[in-house]
């Protein structure tokens, strides 16, 4: 079985540019979540879909963060425009349904993001 | 709002030695879930065991267990048996078992491991 793909796996762009992020989750798995992860810290969330909903985005800077995920399979999350507190590595993880029972959350290897 | 803290930044063990990572958390709920997961430098965070917290007995997956201490809010980690592929930084999570609920992480233990 695929895992959860991610692309690209490095990325380095100037403060104000803007950078596009692509993950793609296992099969059949209806929730999707974007995390970031500064170095020397755990995973934060980002956003999370249930399908193509919005379950959680309390944590997204919205005036520069946006996320979307189409048909409910693949996601691509935005940033414009990026700030050098934006470097950090983005993690993406699928699991089969989010809710009160457990459902294991699978995680991509990640981007890493460079802001210079 | 629940917070995980893990005090050890760095810890070293020796092969075939055994070691406990620490972890502790903070929440008001009574049914959750709390989780071990390992980050190899190659970035892919694996799950290592899972507890679900009503239940007593402590969860052991091959050389890795733990020693979950509801009423202390504690939930360490112990490898044994430690091998060279245990290097890795290991991150201590929690998850409320309500609603549409995500994972809060620590900030994580980076193992070293020595021959």
């Known amino acids: 079985e695929a895992g959860v793909a991610q692309s690209p796996r490095y990325k380095i762009i100037e403060k104000r540019q803007s950078v596009a992020f692509w993950c793609n989750p296992i099969?059949?798995?209806?929730?999707l979540y974007w995390y970031q992860q500064i170095l020397g810290q755990g995973p934060k969330l980002l956003i999370q879909f249930q399908n193509n909903g919005v379950v959680d985005d309390s944590q997204l800077p919205k005036d520069r963060f946006s996320a979307e995920r189409l048909k409910g399979v693949d996601s691509t999350l935005k940033i414009q425009p990026a700030k050098l507190e934006d470097s950090a590595v983005y993690l993406c993880?699928?699991?089969?349904?989010?809710?009160?029972?457990?459902?294991?959350?699978?995680f991509g290897p990640g981007t890493r993001l460079t802001v210079l | 709002a629940q917070t995980v803290t893990q005090s050890q930044p760095e810890m070293s063990v020796q092969e075939a030695e055994t070691v406990t990572l620490s972890c502790t958390y903070d929440?008001?709920?009574?049914?959750?879930?709390l989780f071990w997961y390992k980050q190899p430098p190659s970035r892919q965070m694996i799950l290592v065991i899972r507890q679900e917290a009503y239940k007593q007995q402590n969860a052991t997956e091959n050389r890795f267990s733990v020693n979950f201490q509801k009423a202390a809010k504690s939930f360490s980690l112990k490898i044994s048996d430690s091998q060279l592929g245990d290097a890795a930084m290991y991150f201590c999570a929690y998850r409320t078992s309500r609603g549409y609920s995500t994972l809060t992480f620590g900030k994580g233990t980076m193992l070293l491991v020595s021959p």
């Open positions: 099969s059949g798995h209806a929730t």
């Open positions: 929440t008001s709920e009574s049914d959750y879930y």
């Open positions: 993880a699928s699991s089969l349904i989010s809710g009160g029972t457990y459902n294991e959350q699978f």
